[in-house]
């Protein structure tokens, strides 16, 4: 008799909990598609769930760019964003099967998800695409040179991430990746010193920073701000002035450095060029040029530097745009590349097979046409242009010569994040954007309508705005139109061929021991820059080699010298290729 | 009673009434700098959030704000889905505050029960589940198996049995004179009985302590959305502002991209900068938190009251 | 009676049934899940199933000790863990004085502000907390400008990245974060200790500090042992966000806990496999030193937590 009442409670219990959340969620029902009375002509709402590592929003894609694809395709997008939930998001799905219906993920990814069967094979669908079709010869490469042992047969899983038309061999941008970059008037307040090597670059600074040693709102001005939180296998600030002597880490590399003749250098060289990046470093620390704070600050309080022209030396090619602005540029403010006369950099070309990353559609896709439909907007003209420079006569207009040019409300459309007029799709712009946040056709290709790149940056009319005062006196100085230009002319630039495939996979033993070095590396590197005396410097580096060999370097070494040989050889194919 | 004794006693309050002075003052004094040092971070992260952001940027304001704006707040307020996402979260603070607070209630009343069946083992079986994880993989595949991905009842269900809280009620009621049971029980009443009327009302300062830890847990969690939840009309509201500071500061980190050439890269370097949007959402957070306190707190700071009930 | 055992014995288990849906509900969260800790003999990386994965058996544990590098990283990073906990649990009583004091203010506005204020910390996330111990400690600071203003210091002292110190400096951010929210608990059993011990104690003419001395610590003590045999068993578990947040290149060797050392591990690796590793085995530490703890309670106090 008792028992029962306990069950009867235990059962009002239960019965209510569920009442409760039948009132809310429908008792344990997952989405479900619902038959829209307002639905478009000819197709049904579809929503689909798009994982893509290079959002950073999780959510229903909403504002101008969710109307447009609504209308077009009555699509409503998911945005799934490993960068917002982490990693997890991408191995619990994975691991439950589903990952999604459109997919972005970076090559290692793809290769496990070929060998679970996550993706979709389209090879046999693209024909039917004319926009897609345009570059099936690049989407066919790819994939069968991507990974012999998954994908034997060569099918087309994924399409690359911002594939260029271009050329592998070519280099379109206006300025290398990694360079050397001033505040031009600092520098021309010093006097424009001839910067011979990387010790004249110590000298010139030094003279800015005692010269300048505060900026005009009183904040202190230092040389050489550096900061850790990009730091992967090694120090990367010291990883990308490698750059500038020729040489570069390869991806699915970690201990190793390659230039473009094919030599491939260990990192714990004794005369290689990432010691002589961080001797550069301590010396600059020696003469007080560093930040002091470098060590603890993080990429917030850089920027925020940087925004306010800080700091003395740049390298990223986008770094310039903290300060830039065309109205500085009047009035010969800004910061310019400022070339040293014994550079030897090296860049990869143009991303023709892609960067790392590729669309895919999920194996257990809802409408698989559909979602193709779709992507072949995303790299059709029409649609690249909404992609890369925003709405027709909102952001931009179509000039008498065909070419596009950027209206006043176009300059700051995205920074301001300007309200968009209703027809559009109301919302600001900045809010509106695409979500999935990574382009299929890369914005250095060209538009068939105006024969320029999409990239606003590079249209005639966006060149000729930002000549200013500070570009003409540069091009006069220089005698060119571009640093890459500059660099190209004079010899100082090596182009080699960006290889988009995968070198092959880490078993888990070289998995932990990359790891632990890395760690290992990075943190002799900081202690190195900070070292009070040569002596110090020194030691640190013999300890480190030593410790590094105690935890399996050496086999690091000769899987990386592999890896890399193998890469050589790749690049060697195309550049053969192109001719 | 001798003049000499009385003396003596005398000098002994007197002492111990200066002592007691002493420790007054000393008391009042510390507890004051400690106070200091909480109020005061609080204070400049609001001031922060209110001046000019590019002067908060550089370090400048520290006791007072300079250009006072209330942009950040209305940027926050104007986040898309902002508001569906603040009444998911009352609903779960709500509804699972109630449900765990009444579990940790009647489960700690019965692990004080010293003669139910094996109570020594289940007490310990869900003690440890305080100590070990299963690991992600496993827990999203058994939430999916049971449906309750993309479900409210995943914000709900798995911390309903509270091992904590469960701990801190058994232990309160530890304190409560087991003869009050043993009389209810010779009365007639039945042990659910017992629990509702009489014991829950004795444990309240307990009950409310439970109920703010539970409720601060279920308001600010949102881990469990990251992985569990991908419908939006579900996503909490700590998960809508942690993706909104989260988008500002990996926009400046996406810039770690080789092939960069795209247009968004530029722009990227004028925008807000995510220190002042993490203050920003600190104080959104926290807000509603201090508006409620005050409820709870009266169950536990008045001092000792409840002595007559125990008589 | 025999009916009379019968029905108690019916009794208890009636009430054993009361709880069972809810060690039910413990049973599909925290035990079903369990079988998961199978991936940890593998070579598992999702999405490859398990079943096509590599079998390694104890390899993820043998590789955290594989080599004298390897032991000599553990040992520190056990050192910091241990440090760390060990202050922890020496100084497990300053919620319960916090509390005690507390409870002495008379006026009970300001006890009521000082304690709302005290548990505000508790909000402020890590990583702010970080940007806030950057404004104050870096070498363009607020306690620099101060140092140099003054005439003490000539050139800035760098907190942040100093490797001396980084235990205690730790713990007292861990302290002011936590002692408010903390001290609850504690003040919510003092309101429910027996004022008719008060009043007796008031007519004997006991001072306050008598009071605290004889009723309310022996009152709290139930609940201070609790919490600090809770405390022991997560000797290995301090968390990892406060120590990312404040690790850089010079202070990592001493800020390195148990915590922390697997995320870097993972993080770097990407290998599941062997965050699952660490988790078992710190589980296995926990359960043990609960149930050691709880033995050695019976011993010397007589009574058992668990």
């Avoid at chain 1, 931009?396 to 309200?419: S, V």
Wanted: hydrophobic share 40%; charged share 15%; proline share 4%.
């Amino acid at each position: 008799m008792k028992i029962r009442r306990v069950l009867k409670k235990s059962v009002v219990l239960a019965t209510s909990l569920c009442l409760v959340a039948s009132m809310l969620t429908g008792c344990g029902g997952k989405d479900t598609k619902k038959d829209n009375a307002a639905s478009t002509a000819v197709k049904e709402p579809l929503k689909i769930e798009v994982l893509s590592k290079a959002a950073n929003f999780q959510g229903e894609q909403a504002g101008w760019f969710g109307d447009i694809v609504k209308k077009k395709f009555n699509l409503t997008l998911n945005i799934l964003s490993p960068q917002v939930s982490g990693d997890s998001l991408y191995k619990t799905r994975a691991a439950s099967g589903n990952l999604g219906d459109l997919v972005v993920i970076d090559n290692s990814q793809l290769k496990d998800c070929i060998a679970s069967g996550l993706v979709l094979d389209i090879s046999k669908m693209i024909d039917n695409y004319p926009n897609l079709k345009k570059y099936n010869e690049q989407f066919k490469y790819f994939n069968a040179n991507f990974d012999k042992k998954v994908n034997p047969d060569g099918l087309v899983y994924g399409l690359p991430t911002n594939m260029s038309d271009t050329s592998p061999t070519s280099y379109s941008q206006s300025i290398p990746y990694s360079s050397p970059i001033l505040p031009w008037n600092l520098y021309t307040g010093v006097g424009s010193p001839k910067i011979d090597n990387m010790d004249g670059l110590l000298t010139t600074l030094k003279s800015m920073q005692d010269k300048y040693p505060t900026t005009p709102d009183g904040k202190k001005f230092t040389a050489i701000t550096l900061w850790k939180d990009w730091d992967g296998n090694t120090m990367e600030n010291a990883r990308w002035l490698s750059n500038w002597y020729g040489y570069e880490s390869p991806d699915e590399t970690s201990s190793v450095m390659l230039n473009a003749e094919g030599n491939v250098q260990p990192i714990t060289n004794d005369d290689g060029i990432y010691r002589k990046m961080l001797k550069f470093f301590f010396d600059a620390n020696k003469m007080g040029l560093v930040d002091p704070d470098s060590a603890s600050q993080d990429w917030n309080t850089v920027s925020a530097k940087l925004t306010n022209n800080q700091v003395g030396l740049l390298w990223y090619s986008w770094e310039t745009g903290f300060y830039n602005t065309i109205e500085k540029g009047k009035k010969k403010l800004g910061t310019v590349s400022v070339p040293i006369s014994d550079l030897n950099i090296i860049q990869k070309g143009d991303p023709y097979y892609g960067d790392g990353s590729v669309f895919a559609i999920g194996a257990k896709a809802k409408d698989p046409k559909r979602i193709m439909e779709f992507l072949d907007w995303y790299v059709s003209p029409e649609g690249m242009r909404y992609l890369t420079s925003g709405i027709e006569n909102f952001n931009f207009t179509r000039q008498a010569d065909g070419k596009l040019k950027y209206t006043d409300i176009g300059q700051t459309a995205f920074t301001d994040n300007l309200k968009v007029p209703a027809e559009y799709g109301g919302g600001g712009f900045k809010d509106g954007q695409n979500a999935i946040n990574t382009l299929l056709l890369g914005d250095i290709s060209k538009d068939p309508s105006t024969g320029e790149f999409y990239n606003p940056n590079y249209w005639n009319s966006t060149i000729e705005a930002n000549k200013t005062a500070l570009t003409n006196e540069w091009t006069e100085k220089y005698h060119a139109k571009d640093a890459e230009d500059y660099y190209t002319k004079n010899k100082m630039i090596k182009i080699v061929p960006a290889i988009n495939t995968s070198l092959g996979s880490d078993s888990s033993d070289i998995k932990t021991k990359r790891s632990q070095s890395k760690q290992l590396v990075v943190d002799t590197s900081w202690k190195m820059v900070f070292a009070k005396n040569e002596g110090e410097f020194d030691k640190l580096w013999t300890d480190m080699k030593t410790a590094l060999d105690g935890q399996g370097w050496k086999d690091l070494v000769t899987l990386d010298t592999e890896r890399c040989n193998a890469l050589v050889k790749l690049r060697a194919e195309a550049t053969a290729n192109a001719k | 009673m001798s003049m000499h004794v009385v003396s003596s006693k005398k000098k002994k309050k007197m002492k111990s009434d200066i002592n007691d002075k002493l420790i007054s003052v000393l008391n009042y004094i510390i507890f004051g700098v400690f106070t200091l040092i909480c109020i005061y971070p609080f204070y400049y992260i609001l001031i922060n959030t209110i001046s000019a952001n590019d002067l908060s940027a550089h370090g400048d304001i520290i006791f007072m704000p300079k250009g006072i704006h209330f942009q950040n707040y209305l940027d926050v307020v104007k986040i898309p889905g902002l508001w569906d996402a603040a009444k998911i979260s009352i609903g779960r603070t709500v509804i699972g505050t109630f449900l765990t607070v009444g579990a940790s209630a009647f489960l700690g009343f019965m692990f004080a029960q010293q003669d139910m069946w094996l109570r020594k083992f289940w007490y310990r079986y869900t003690i440890i589940t305080m100590y070990f994880s299963a690991g992600i993989i496993p827990w999203y595949l058994t939430m999916r198996n049971m449906n309750l991905t993309n479900n409210f009842l995943a914000y709900i269900l798995p911390t309903v049995v509270s091992p904590f809280f469960i701990i801190l009620v058994k232990t309160f009621i530890e304190s409560v004179p087991r003869e009050l049971q043993e009389a209810a029980e010779i009365d007639g009443a039945g042990i659910i009985t017992f629990f509702i009327k009489v014991l829950l009302p004795i444990i309240k300062p307990i009950l409310a302590t439970v109920a703010i830890f539970a409720a601060v847990s279920q308001w600010n969690s949102f881990q469990d959305t990251l992985l569990l939840v991908t419908d939006s009309k579900l996503y909490s509201l700590q998960f809508i502002l942690f993706q909104y500071v989260n988008q500002a500061s990996s926009l400046s980190s996406m810039i770690n991209l080789q092939n960069s050439g795209s247009t968004a890269l530029q722009t990227i370097t004028k925008m807000q900068t995510p220190t002042s949007i993490r203050m920003t959402v600190t104080i959104v957070v926290v807000a509603p938190i201090m508006l409620i306190y005050p409820f709870f707190q009266r169950f536990f700071v008045d001092g000792i009251m409840i002595g007559a009930v125990k008589g | 009676m025999e009916l009379f055992v019968k029905k108690r014995k019916l009794g208890s288990v009636k009430k054993f049934l009361y709880i069972l849906p809810f060690m039910v509900l413990l049973g599909v969260f925290a035990y079903y899940p369990l079988y998961g800790w199978i991936y940890a003999f593998y070579d598992y990386t999702p999405p490859i199933p398990l079943a096509k994965s590599q079998f390694v058996g104890l390899m993820w544990f043998h590789s955290m000790f594989e080599n004298q590098t390897k032991i000599n990283q553990i040992l520190q990073v056990l050192k910091n863990t241990f440090a760390m906990s060990g202050l922890s649990i020496l100084f497990s009583w300053l919620p319960m004085i916090f509390a005690i004091f507390l409870n002495e203010i008379k006026s009970i506005r300001y006890r009521k502000f000082v304690q709302t204020v005290t548990t505000l910390p508790n909000f402020v996330s890590w990583v702010l907390v970080y940007s806030l111990a950057y404004g104050l400690f870096s070498s363009q600071g607020m306690f620099n400008s101060l140092l140099q203003q003054l005439g003490l210091s000539s050139s800035p002292i760098m907190f942040l990245q100093s490797s001396h110190h980084v235990y205690l400096s730790m713990w007292l951010w861990l302290t002011w974060k936590s002692l408010g929210w903390a001290a609850i608990m504690y003040i919510a059993a003092i309101t429910g200790i027996d004022g008719s011990l008060y009043e007796a104690a008031q007519v004997d003419g006991a001072t306050r500090m008598q009071v605290i001395r004889h009723i309310t610590i022996p009152s709290l003590l139930p609940t201070y042992f609790v919490l600090l045999m809770l405390g022991i068993a997560s000797f290995l578990n301090n968390g990892m966000e406060q120590y990312f947040v404040f690790q850089n290149a010079f202070n990592k060797n001493t800020i390195q806990v148990l915590d922390l050392y697997g995320y870097n591990l993972a993080m770097g690796g990407g290998s599941y496999s062997i965050a699952t590793a660490i988790s078992m085995l710190k589980s296995l530490v926990s359960i043990i030193l609960l149930f050691s703890v709880n033995g050695l309670s019976k011993l010397v106090r007589g009574e058992s937590i668990v």
